[in-house]
Each structure stands twice: as C-alpha cells, then as structure tokens.
C-alpha cells in the first residue's frame, strides 16, 4: 500500500477501524516505509512524499502527480541506461502512462522519450531481421539437402554413381544435374 499523504479530497484525517489495532506492530524500518504487522496480513505503507529525491527516485515516481521537471530528466536518463532490465520497462511504462500529459508538456521529455521508443523500435526491427534472416537460412538448407538427397537417390537409382561423386566435388556440375532432374528451384 502507498499512502500519499497530500490527500487533496478529503479534510478528515485518515481513520482505521478499531478491529484493525488488534495486536498491530508498526515499524519504521527505512526512510518513511513503514512495516505494519499483526495477526492478518502485514503490509507496507509508504510515504512517497517524504522519502528522498536521491535514494527512492522509481519508488517516489509511482504516481500521477510527478511535478519536478528534474526528476522526469532523471528517470529518463536512469531509465536509458537499464531499458533493457524488464523491470525497468515496465515501472518506466506505468509511470509514463499515468503522468502522459506532464511528459507531453515537458519539449524535452518528448525528444528523449522519442530517442528511447526509437532505440527499441530499432533494436526490434533488428531482432526481427535476423530472426527472418536464420529462418530462411533453415528453410534453404532443408531444401538444399533435399534436393541433393533426392539427386542421389535418382542418380543410385540408374547406377550413375560415378555421376554422385563428380557431382560432390564440382559445383557446377552438381547444378546441371540438379536441372537435368528438375530438382533446381531458382
């Protein structure tokens, strides 16, 4: 659970039911995390507003009220160097999504987002090239090894054996058999 504790729509401060103090241990472990535990399930409350710039910037940004330009550069500078961390991409996502129009607003925000979406888009042209690249390079060579194995079996099948081993060794040769069988697919 994160609390944000500029609460702009309600005047009353927050209220617990009292069932909810049975046996209740709160701890500060860490700059304003606090560990809640008890006899049901025990929770995490963070106070996003009040933990430091410096140590807690991901965490301080999982919000819809990112206001310091600064801290957008920040993430975005940070995020560029571990984009490829799946983890990163998906916090970096959620972020961008609920803050779009501040990201929108901000010139500079747009052109590094733009460099980093157009990174990606790159690297997954790429990566799909040379996935399209090794899937033809399969598919050819198991034709070619079918066509040179369907060569054999004809060319053993009318006792042309001497007929195989020239053609193992001369190319051209090879490929004029190919022709002569109709195996060659150009």
């Not at 929770?43 to 507003?49: A, E, G, M, Y």
């Not at 996502?93 to 157009?118: G, P």
């Not at 042209?125 to 090894?145: F, K, P, V």
């Not at 040179?148 to 079996?153: K, R, T």
Request: aromatic content about 6%.
């Amino acid at each position: 659970m994160i609390v944000n504790e500029n609460r702009t729509n309600s005047s009353k401060p927050l209220q617990w039911h009292p069932a909810f103090f049975a046996d209740i241990q709160i701890e500060l472990e860490a700059e304003r995390i606090y560990y809640v535990s008890g006899p049901k399930i025990p929770i995490q409350v963070i106070v996003t507003q009040q933990l430091s710039k410096e140590k807690n910037l991901w965490l301080r940004s999982l919000t819809d009220r990112i206001k310091d330009k600064e801290d957008m550069k920040r993430l975005l500078n940070e995020y560029r160097e571990k984009q490829k961390n799946p983890l990163y991409e998906s916090v970096m996502q959620m972020i961008v999504r609920a803050n779009e129009e501040k990201f929108k607003e901000a010139d500079c925000m747009c052109e590094a987002l733009n460099r980093i979406i157009q990174d990606q888009i790159e690297e997954e042209i790429r990566n799909s090239l040379q996935a399209g690249y090794d899937e033809g390079y399969g598919m050819g060579m198991q034709q070619g090894e079918h066509s040179i194995n369907s060569l054999i079996l004809c060319l053993a099948k009318l006792g042309r054996t001497s007929d195989i081993i020239k053609s193992a060794s001369d190319p051209e040769y090879q490929k004029s058999l190919l022709k002569e069988f109709g195996l060659l697919q150009e």
